[in-house]
């Protein structure tokens, strides 16, 4: 079970690409971060999966169905920022009609949830504040129960307290029923220890496709004087350097620190600093 793109490329009406051949499998089940930052063609992404949006070139497909085909769109679920909902719809009546279009989804599980986050069931829509009309489309992506949910910058709107509680929320759920969430985000911190696997997208392109661990276990930030740094550095992989005064930090990958000279420290990059470092060496290109 997967989703599979090949050769995925999209340009914006204006002619800059959005997306430049893509090539991804996510497999099931799985907690994925598609991490980018803004503008880095997350979003068209997401809605070419859930066949909101059709590729110029390249297929998608889902589970061997192609993208937006019923089969396809039975089995996937995308949290976005766009309500498609009627606007004068109560919450109370989308939950309902959720339940009608997707057979697996958990009504009690969303009044629960509901009662959580204090989300009023008989509210309209159009009468909740951004951060509940956020948590509203939350609770449908926690409740519906199909094989892949994807999740498009989901806690923008909400205060730290209800960001807390969806990462809780989304780690129990995936626990208790595993399937591939998609969690597409630019906060890269709140997310770092949550997710399974990493997908790096900039520009349009993918330039990591990994295990979360694996991207950032052999990488590590040394600091020191520069001059001895420079000499430590030497002939290693560095893909970023800066200058604080006398005082000198590179990233690396590899191994090889154990052993620092004196008056160097190291420490282990986690997924943020792996991140801000990639995509200050993708400036430098």
Known sequence: ????????????????????????SLEAPSLIGLLGPNGA????????????????????????APAGSDAALGKLFLVGEKNLYPDDMKVKRALDTAAVFYPDFDRSYAESLA?????????????????YGSIFRLILGLSVNTPYVLFDEPVLGLD?????????LLVQKYAEHP???VVSTH???????????????RKGRILQDAPTEELTAACW????????????????DV?????????????????GTEDLPAGLERRRMGLQDYFISLMEEEDQR
């Open 1 to 24: 079970m997967n989703i599979e793109c090949q050769d995925l490329s999209m340009a914006y009406a204006n002619g800059k690409q959005a997306l430049q051949h893509v090539d991804l």
């Open 160 to 168: 730290a307290q209800h960001r807390d509680l969806f990462y809780k």
């Open 221 to 236: 930030a040394v600091s020191g004087p520069a001059g001895v740094v420079d000499s430590w550095a030497a002939g290693r």
């Open 115 to 131: 009662k959580q986050f204090e989300l009023p069931l008989n509210k309209k829509i159009n009468g909740l504040s951004t951060g």
């Open 187 to 201: 906060l890269i911190a709140e997310v770092a220890d949550l997710i399974e696997h990493t997908v790096i997208i």
């Open 179 to 181: 399937c591939t969430m």
């Open 41 to 64: 063609g997350k979003s068209t992404l997401l809605n070419i999966l859930s066949g909101r949006l059709c590729p110029d070139s390249g297929t998608v497909t889902v589970d061997g």
């Open 239 to 255: 893909f970023t350097s800066s200058v604080l005064g006398g005082l000198k930090t590179v990233c690396i990958r590899g191994g």
